[in-house]
């Protein structure tokens, strides 16, 4: 059993600067949701977040998940599984099945293969579409001009259950104009979530409007450890 004091103490450190930032900005604070980012993270540490109250964590690896959550979601049905990273299609079906939040639907085919597992399954967890805001060729996501028309094939023919947009701005520019060009495309979109900033700039994705940070190293510590 692991000592939880370090993952409590990190996780009261970031709500309150989550909390902080929101008044900063004139927001409440309840409209954020904390989405604790326990990829690579053990089952053991993961519980001492749940210990700490926290409920909402975000997973990249559908492998990953069915390793760690069966017993933990046994354990604690009242926790909430986001995923935040990359779809093959052929994952799709099984991210329908077993996460609350998919937040990187982005290019079609994920979109595709999303709406008929949806289909299939009855389940229908909520969307986030992935907007790749630098439109750097190695990331996913869709490139900013052509994100009104995909967003509206979602909605439309697909019928998709999409509640907002995502994005991670590149590694070495400023983050605030791709905060604030992904809160113009939701905006113009009637879409109230936004799925932006981390453990480095989450607080200023606050002050561009963030609803979700998806935070680890802040939490957890740095991978591996």
């Not at 986001?82 to 779809?87: M, Q, R, V, Y």
């Not at 982005?106 to 579409?129: F, N, S, V």
């Amino acid at each position: 059993m692991s000592d939880g004091t370090d993952i409590a103490d990190n996780l009261q450190q970031v709500l309150g600067q989550v909390e902080a930032a929101a008044r900063s900005a004139g927001r409440d604070p309840a409209d954020i949701t904390l989405i604790a980012v326990s990829k690579t993270k053990p089952a053991s540490l993961i519980a001492d977040a749940i210990g700490a109250g926290q409920r909402v964590f975000g997973e990249n690896r559908l492998q990953e998940l069915e390793e760690k959550w069966p017993d933990l979601q046994a354990r604690y049905p009242q926790v909430e599984l986001h995923c935040i990273g990359p779809l093959q299609s052929r994952k799709v079906a099984p991210a329908v099945a077993l996460f609350d939040v998919i937040h990187t639907i982005d290019r079609e085919k994920t979109a595709r293969a999303a709406a008929k597992a949806m289909a299939e399954q009855g389940r229908r967890p909520d969307c986030l579409i992935q907007i790749n805001t630098g439109e750097e060729p190695q990331k996913a996501g869709i490139a900013p001009p052509d994100a009104d028309a995909f967003i509206e094939l979602c909605r439309g023919e697909l019928d998709l259950p999409v509640r907002g947009l995502m994005c991670i701005p590149p590694v070495d520019e400023e983050p605030s104009p791709h905060f604030a060009l992904l809160k113009k495309i939701a905006d113009r979109n009637q879409l109230e979530w936004l799925s932006m900033g981390m453990s480095a700039d989450f607080e200023i994705a606050i002050q561009f409007g963030a609803t979700h940070v998806r935070v680890g190293t802040a939490i957890f510590g740095a991978r591996g450890t």
